[in-house]
């Protein structure tokens, strides 16, 4: 068995040609710099959306853009929690989390404790409370692999699981960022576009409905630059929210033909009679 | 706030709906804002600043540390807020943790500026003793002790008031010794640095209450809001942070509008500011 | 009846259905400023208002093809089973809501008050419930931060099913057991609902609430 192959070393050690290259720096001043993945500036990356990855889960989604991998699920409703207080109104409770790994060096991720409460708001403007009083809805969001914009990211994808538990909502919610880099605006940045950032604007937008839920912007931004990342990011998540539609549409239409026309299709017949 | 009455609520949404606010005020007015500087004599810096029954403190403290090696020409800026159980019996114990976490998480959003440090309201580069070997570490607190709504504009405030006091002792690197890895510093007594806190923002908090937005929110109108946008903005006019609260949607040309109506009350905002706390230096420079 | 369903295309939350001077919003779907909207993921059907009904706009609605789990709600029917009996009230477990058994833990109580409309105040909660007893019973309010407040005053309401101290399935009245055979005719068209929902054949209570259809 062993040694075989003269190709195929008995033991492994790794490549010298380790990935240290750093991306070509970013620098001041420099207009015709490349991105280091070469999209271009206003360009996404693709983006790979599936639901009910999680069958324990009452509603699951899987999101890859790029090198960030998502996976959230949904439980509930479920009753409160004893701590809680009464509430005629449902509750939402988020919560995102790093896998050890997600990060190239192990347990480097950054504090991220931010990211459960920005979750929470980017998504409860959208759910209809109402339509499970007094339970609450858990959403629990674990970044498999970082890559960057890692909580847009976790914000579209939780919409999506939200949207396949069945959970009343008012629209699905698209999340994207925006990095100003010099005088750059780049969508959509990866880690190592992180570092150079002199501001980002992260927007979370309903898009058939219109509204912006959640918007954080920091760094020094003049109006007309806001303007400009605002209207990118908007038009950016009305594509993503139409490739969301589209990811529900599919599994609805695969699970109606499993159920032979289901649901209600005895229940119709049933009334007739 | 809890406790009100239908009427009650009526009357606020009412009122803002006329612009004649429950106390008189109109809607883009604000608290008579009352500012006293150094209040904590263990701080490098400190203030207290009152937007009507709103009462917070910020106190500045410089430590010698070193710098980030990821950023080896900047300094470190902390900020922190807590809420003490006198402004409210639910801060008792753990109950401030989401308040104050969400505090301290927007205002460093607003003051410390992008990653790579543009924007900043504090420049990090003038932290920096020694490149790569010793900065200075900034530690901001924040303490609420009284909360009557709009404790982030009142937090902003305290914290550019409490930064224009701040002095921060002159350092004297021994001049051999600055190639060693831990170069043995002098720390005057004397001696102190200014900082020049032109470049701080103000935080301006836009609530918004049926159709329209208004600043400085009490308590009572914070209960009746649907959403709130805050929005910090320098002497510049540039955005230096924003963010959301609340959970209704907006559209987005009603933010470009919140944004615009924030500009110009930042203007008035930090002229009023500016005059309050170079007064309190004044009384404090008295004593 | 006048009622007509036009099936439609499938919907994701969020898609506009028609504008709100045009259409009503039913299930699954919601208005906001003039617009009717979907809020979840399922077919969209236009259902033709009755020739009686004053609103002559036909309602949308959307079925979904992954419903949430049901959750109580004031003025529903749940079948719940008696876990503790207390001398002023008894907690129960929520199983069913309407004809959908809940995929979560609900807790009910059922209070001294709220066991029958007459005599109310001579009720022993420990002659008429026993932990283990199947109860149909209706939910009054939302209750308190621990559990949904339940009634069984109703005639249609009470104990459906209980085990005697010998272990035997009771087959006789006891006081709270009230129309039995009303009962029957209404577990019959559960077990239909039941199959429907692919309810679990394996479930105690179908099994019990067979049984009785059985012996009848």
Known sequence: MTGKGSATPATYSPSPTSRKGKPPAYKDGDLNWARPDGRGFQQCRPAYFRTGAVNAASGSAYVEIGNTKVIVSVFGPRESKKAMKYSDIGRLNCNVSYTSFSTPVRGQQLDHKEYSSMLHKALEGAIILESFPKTTVDVFALVLESGGSDLPIVISCASLALADAGIMMYDLVASVSVYSLGVNLVIDPISEEESYQDGSLLISYMPSRKEVTQLTVTGEWSTDKINEAMNICLDACGKLGEIMRMCLKEAASVSSEVNLGRPGGRLKGLQGA | MTGLSLGEKLFIQGGIAQDLRTDGRKRLTYRPIYVETGVIPQANGSARVQFGGTDVIASVKAEIGRPNPMQPDKGKVMINVSCSPTAAPIFEGRGDEEVSAELTVTLQRCLLGGKSGAGAGIDPTSLVVVEGKVCWDLYIDGLVISSDGNLLDALGAAIKAALSNTGIPQVQVAADASGEDRPEVDISDEEFLQFDTSGVPVIITLTKVGRHYIVDATGEEESQMSSAVSISINRKGHICGLSKRGGAGLDHSVILDMISVARHVSEQLLNKLDSEISAAEAVQNEL | ?216
């Open chain 3, 1 to 216: 009846m006048a009622l007509q369903e036009r099936e439609e295309g499938l919907v994701t939350p969020g898609d506009v259905l028609g504008k709100a001077a045009e259409v009503r919003a039913g299930k699954g779907a919601y208005e906001h400023s003039g617009l009717v909207y979907a809020s979840i993921t399922g077919r969209s059907l236009t259902v033709s208002p009755s020739a009686e009904s004053p609103d002559q706009r036909p309602t949308l609605e959307v079925m979904g093809l992954k419903a949430h789990g049901a959750v109580p709600e004031p003025g529903s029917i749940v079948i719940a089973r008696v876990t503790k009996v207390m001398s002023r009230m008894a907690s129960l477990d929520i199983m069913c809501v309407g004809f959908k058994s809940v995929s979560e833990k609900f807790t009910g109580t059922i209070r001294q008050q709220d066991v029958r409309a007459t005599e109310i105040d001579k009720v022993d909660m420990h002659l008429s419930f026993r932990p283990g007893d199947t109860v149909r019973a209706i939910v009054l309010s939302l209750g308190d931060a621990r559990a949904y407040y339940l009634s069984t005053a109703k005639n249609e309401l009470g104990v459906i099913s209980a085990t005697s101290s010998a272990g035997q399935t009771k087959n006789e009245l006891s006081p709270d057991l009230l129309y039995f055979s009303h009962l029957l005719v209404k577990s019959f068209i559960l077990i239909e609902h039941h199959l429907d929902e692919h309810f679990s054949f394996e479930s105690q209570e179908t099994q019990l609430i067979l049984f009785y259809y059985c012996f009848r």
